[in-house]
C-alpha cells in the first residue's frame, strides 16, 4: 500500500509537467526563432541526424551492456560453473571396476596413487634436485634420474604410483619443477593365490591376461566382475598343491573344484604362479596356465570315460570280462599293466586296478565312431568354453586308426587340459549332463545337455567309490565324506617316444559319491617319489592325498552333510551304500 | 497514467531484476556445495576402496591360518565326525544315562585320534 502512495504522486506531477509543454507541437518549436534562413535549418537538420545517429549507437551500446549484465546475472554463474565441473570430470579417471570372489571377497581392486613427473625447463639446479630424490626415493637410479632432469623436456616421467608416504618425502623436498599426475593403480591383496584366474593389467591399467583381458571393456567402465571362485576353497587348493610339488620335487602343478550341477569352477590352481601385482618380474613358465592352457595326455583317469562309454552304449554291462593275461601288442605298441594281475578281469576289476589292456580292449569293443561321438559330447575334443583366453586346444590325433583307439580307451594319443578332464569327469557324475566350465556368475545359464544315461552315471559313481576304498585310490579318501575318483599315472611324451621316468600323476575325485556337488582334481607334472610315497610317484601316491586333503577342509567350509554312516567311531571310513559294490571286486 | 505505467514497469523490472539476480546467487551458491560434495563423495569412495583393499590384505586365507596357528591353537579344521544333523540331537533328557558319558569318550577319543 505504501509503494503506491508515491507512485501516484509521481505520476500526478508528470502528468502536470506534460501540459505544461502542450502549446509547441514541437518540443523545439518553444525557442525556435520564427523564421530562419536555409544555413541555420539545415544546420539544424544535419544536427538532429548527427544526435540520432548518436543517440542510437549510445542506445545501443547501453542495450547491448544491459542484455550482458542481464545474461550473466542470470545464467553466467551456471556457465562458469559447468566449466568447473566439465574440468572436475575430465581431471579424475574412472577408477577400474573391482574382481569380487563368490561371497564379494576383493580379489582387485583400483587404489588411487600419484605419479611423479618433472618439468625439466623449469628445474633450478638438477643435479641437486636428482641428489635429494634418490634420497627421499632409495630405488630411483641416481645416473638416470639426472639424465631424465637434464634432458630440458617440459614432461618427463620420474615414478609411476607412488604411496602416500612416498609423495608426501617428494612434496617435503620443495624442489620447484616436479609434479604428481593422479593414477589409479591395479592392486591385488591376494598377490599370486588367484594369478592365472586374474591375469594382470599393463602399466596403463589395461588387461592384457586372463579375466582382467577378457573383460577388460566392462571393468573399464568400472562394472564389478564376480567370479565363481570360493577364495577360502582356492587357498586350500594352492597350499596343498604346492606342499605336494614341493615334496615332490614337481616342475609343475594344476588343480581345479568344479561345482558338477552347475559347471562354476570353485578353485583353479596352475604351479608355479607369479605375483599380478608385478607380472614383470614373473618368470616365462611362472605365466603358463597348465590348468587350462596346458593339454596333457592325462593317462589312467581317462578309463572313467571309457568305462562310462561302454556301459552307456550297451557293448558292456557291469559283469563283461577282459582278457589281462599277457600285454596286447598292437601295430608295433606294446600296451602293459602297471599293476599287471596276469588273469581275466571284470570290468569293475579293469577300472579298480586300472588296467590298460582291459581298457583298450573295451574301447576297441566300442569302436572309433562311438568313442569320437562321446568324446566329443563330453567337450573332449574342442577347446573349452571357459571366459580365460589361455585355453589350450586339444591335440586329437589325425588320422584316427584303431590303435588310437586302443590307446585313447587308457588317456594315451590325446592331450586336454585339465580342465576338460575336470569338466568331463563331473559330466559323468552328476547324472550324466554336460554344463560348461565357467568362471563367472552367469544369469543367463546355458542349458545343460544330456551325454549319459542317469543309470550310467549311477555305475560309473559305485566304480569311482570302489577305486578309492578297494583300489589305487585309497589315499584320497576322507571319512565322511564317501570320496569316489580314479588315479592317472600318465607317461609323458618324449623327443622319439614315451619316457619312463617323466610323469603326469594326477587324480580326479567326486564327493559325495552318492549324490556328487563337487568334483576335484589334482595333477603333478614330473613328480619324484619321496620317502613318504616309498619312492612312488604314481597318481595314486603323489596326488591323491592332495586331493583327500583339500576335500577334508573344504566340505566342511561348503557346507556338505557327511555321509551318513561314513564314519566309524573310531574316525576311519566306514560302510556306506555302495558296500554292495565290493563283491564285484571278487570275480 | 502513462508515467505511472512507466514507473510501474520499472519498478517491476527492479524487482524482477533483483529476484533474478538473488535466483542466480543461490543457484552459483548451491553449485559451489554441489562440487563439495561431489568432491566429498569421490573422497569417500576412494577412502572405501583403499580400505577394502586393505581388509583383503589383512584377511588373507594365509595370514589367517597363520595367526590362527600362532594365537588360537586349540581350534582346529572341522572334521565330519563333528558335524551333525539336527534332527539327530536327542531332544529331552536321556534315558540311558549310564550309557552316555561311554558314548562321548569314544567321540571324544575318535577326535584326538584324528587331530
Known amino acids: 500500500m505504501i509503494d503506491h502512495v508515491p507512485t501516484d504522486a509521481t505520476a500526478a506531477r508528470g502528468a502536470a509537467g506534460s501540459r505544461a509543454f502542450r502549446p509547441g507541437r514541437h518540443p523545439h518549436a518553444a525557442y525556435l526563432p520564427p523564421r530562419l534562413d536555409g544555413r541555420v535549418r539545415r544546420t539544424l537538420a544535419l544536427g538532429r541526424v548527427r544526435l540520432l545517429v548518436a543517440g542510437t549507437a549510445m542506445l545501443l551500446a547501453f542495450a547491448a551492456v544491459g542484455g550482458r549484465l542481464t545474461q550473466l546475472a542470470a545464467v553466467g554463474a551456471g556457465g562458469s560453473g559447468d566449466i568447473v565441473a566439465g574440468a572436475a570430470t575430465a581431471g579424475t579417471i574412472q577408477p577400474r571396476g573391482k574382481i569380487v570372489d563368490r561371497n564379494g571377497e576383493v580379489l582387485a581392486t583400483d587404489l588411487a596413487t600419484a605419479s611423479l613427473y618433472a618439468n625439466a625447463r623449469r628445474l633450478l639446479d638438477p643435479e641437486e634436485a636428482a641428489l635429494a630424490l634418490v634420497n627421499a626415493l632409495p630405488d630411483l637410479d641416481h645416473a638416470a634420474t639426472l639424465k631424465r632432469l637434464r634432458s630440458g623436456r617440459t614432461f618427463v616421467w620420474l615414478r609411476r604410483n607412488l604411496t602416500p608416504r612416498e609423495q608426501w618425502e617428494v612434496n617435503r623436498l620443495g624442489i620447484p619443477g616436479l609434479d604428481f599426475v593422479p593414477e589409479y593403480n591395479r592392486v591385488y591383496p591376494h598377490g599370486p593365490l588367484l594369478s592365472h584366474v586374474l591375469g594382470f593389467v599393463d602399466r596403463d591399467n589395461r588387461g592384457i591376461a586372463g579375466l582382467e583381458k577378457t573383460f577388460d571393456a566392462s571393468l573399464n567402465d568400472g562394472d564389478v566382475l564376480r567370479l565363481t571362485i570360493d577364495l577360502r576353497v582356492q587357498h586350500a587348493l594352492r597350499e596343498e598343491l604346492r606342499a605336494a610339488m614341493i615334496e615332490h620335487d614337481a616342475k609343475g602343478a594344476a588343480g581345479i573344484v568344479l561345482d558338477t550341477r552347475s559347471g562354476e569352477v570353485v578353485a583353479l590352481v596352475s604351479l608355479p604362479d607369479f605375483d599380478p601385482n608385478h607380472p614383470g618380474k614373473a618368470r616365462e613358465r611362472s605365466l603358463f596356465n597348465r590348468a587350462t592352457l596346458g593339454v596333457y595326455e592325462l593317462g589312467s583317469t581317462f578309463k572313467i570315460f571309457t568305462t562310462a562309454i561302454a556301459l552307456d552304449s550297451g557293448v558292456a554291462t557291469m559283469e563283461q570280462r577282459y582278457d589281462a593275461t599277457r600285454p596286447l601288442t598292437v601295430a608295433s605298441h606294446t600296451i602293459r599293466d602297471y599293476h599287471a594281475k596276469r588273469r581275466w578281469l571284470s570290468l569293475p576289476e579293469v577300472f579298480m586296478f586300472s588296467s590298460n589292456i582291459g581298457a583298450a580292449r573295451m574301447a576297441l569293443d566300442i569302436g572309433a565312431a562311438t568313442q569320437q561321438d562321446y568324446l566329443r559330447r563330453l567337450g573332449l575334443l574342442d577347446a573349452p568354453a571357459i571366459e580365460l583366453p589361455e585355453v589350450g586346444r586339444p591335440l586329437v590325433p589325425s588320422p584316427w586308426r584303431p590303435v588310437n583307439t586302443m590307446t585313447i580307451g587308457f588317456g594315451h594319443g590325446l592331450a586336454v587340459s585339465p580342465l576338460q578332464l575336470a569338466s568331463g569327469a563331473a559330466t559323468v557324475v552328476n547324472g550324466g549332463v554336460r554344463n560348461e566350465p565357467t568362471l563367472v556368475a552367469r544369469s543367463g545359464t546355458v542349458p545343460p545337455v544330456r551325454v549319459f544315461d542317469a543309470s550310467t552315471s549311477r555305475q560309473i559313481r559305485r566304480l569311482m567309490r570302489l577305486a578309492v576304498t578297494d583300489g589305487t585310490g585309497r589315499r584320497a579318501d576322507v571319512a565322511g565324506y564317501a570320496v569316489g575318483g580314479k588315479t592317472g599315472t600318465a607317461e609323458k611324451p618324449g623327443g622319439t617316444g614315451y619316457e619312463g621316468s617323466a610323469l603326469i600323476s594326477s587324480f580326479v575325485a567326486a564327493f559325495p559319491i552318492d549324490d556328487p556337488r563337487y568334483v576335484v582334481l589334482a595333477m603333478l607334472d614330473e613328480p619324484s617319489g619321496s620317502n613318504g610315497t616309498r619312492g612312488y610317484a604314481t597318481g595314486g601316491w603323489v596326488a591323491a592325498p592332495v586331493v583327500g586333503a583339500v576335500i577334508a577342509r573344504m566340505a566342511p567350509m561348503l557346507g556338505v552333510a557327511p555321509v551318513d554312516g561314513d564314519v566309524r567311531p573310531d574316525g576311519s571310513p566306514g560302510g556306506d551304500e555302495f558296500a554292495e559294490g565290493r563283491k564285484f571286486a571278487s570275480y | ?115
Open chain 2, 1 to 115: 497514467m502513462r508515467l505511472l505505467m512507466f514507473v510501474g514497469w520499472l519498478v517491476g523490472a527492479a524487482l524482477a531484476g533483483a529476484g533474478l539476480y538473488g535466483i542466480a546467487y543461490e543457484v552459483e551458491q548451491l553449485e559451489v556445495q554441489l562440487a563439495a560434495l561431489e568432491q566429498d563423495i569421490r573422497r569417500e569412495h576412494e577412502a572405501t576402496r583403499t580400505l577394502e583393499a586393505e581388509w583383503a590384505y589383512l584377511a588373507r586365507p594365509d595370514r589367517m591360518a597363520e595367526l590362527s596357528r600362532r594365537y588360537l591353537p586349540e581350534l582346529h579344521s572341522l572334521s565330519a565326525a563333528r558335524l551333525a544333523r539336527i534332527e539327530d540331537i536327542p531332544v529331552g533328557p536321556r534315558r540311558d544315562g549310564p550309557d552316555a558319558p561311554a558314548s562321548s569318550a569314544t567321540k571324544a577319543a575318535a577326535v584326538a585320534a584324528r587331530n
